[in-house]
């Protein structure tokens, strides 16, 4: 069964190729998104399929962390990052334009039940229309912390 999907884009002022620099440096994470509390790589590889890490982040005053990998990457283009926990399987969706030295962004967010979840996964996903808004919400705001980065400078890519 899938869930909601929650879809945000937002308009960078960097080249492509830095803001896929920000968004691929999982390490540095915790210093640009502010929602993420901390990292720990997984995988020693460089950004891509297969990269694996623990995020920790703060949501609704609870601690949460996640093992996330990546499945999908075309580097200043697209990459596709999931994860699962408690009976359910999350797939990130980021999707890179650039137009004229400046980057489109879209994350599209979605769930879906995992093979034999149990009752709590079944009522929390069933209740995921509820939490759309405020996936939203943090979408946006990780998205606006990658700009301001990515604006700033950001880490130093081939642009």
């Known amino acids: 069964m899938s869930g909601p999907r929650v879809t945000v884009e937002r308009r960078i002022a960097a080249p492509a190729g830095r803001v896929w620099a920000v968004l691929t440096d999982i390490e540095a994470a915790p210093r640009v ?3 993420i509390e901390k990292v720990e790589m997984l995988s020693d590889r460089p950004f891509g399929v297969g ?13 949460a962390t996640e093992e996330m ?17 408690r009976g359910v399987h999350y797939v990130s969706e980021f999707l890179l334009t650039e137009e004229g030295g400046a980057t489109s962004v879209r994350l ?11 009752l709590k996964a079944r ?3 069933a209740m995921g229309s509820l939490g759309a ?3 939203a919400k943090a979408i946006a705001k ?12 950001g880490p130093k890519a081939a642009d």
């Not at 990269?51 to 601690?63: A, V």
């Not at 990998?69 to 926990?85: N, Q």
């Not at 599209?108 to 149990?118: K, N, Q, R």
């Open 108 to 118: 599209t967010f979605g769930s879906e039940l995992a093979d034999g979840s149990g």
């Open 69 to 85: 990998w990546v499945t999908a990457s075309e580097p200043s283009k697209r990459c596709v990052i999931e994860a699962g926990s």
């Open 142 to 153: 990780d998205l606006a912390d990658i700009a301001a980065s990515a604006e700033a400078g």
């Open 33 to 35: 998104i502010s929602g």
């Open 51 to 63: 990269t694996r890490w623990r995020e920790t982040r703060r949501m609704l005053g609870k601690e």
């Open 133 to 135: 808004k405020t996936a």
């Open 123 to 125: 009522l929390m996903h």
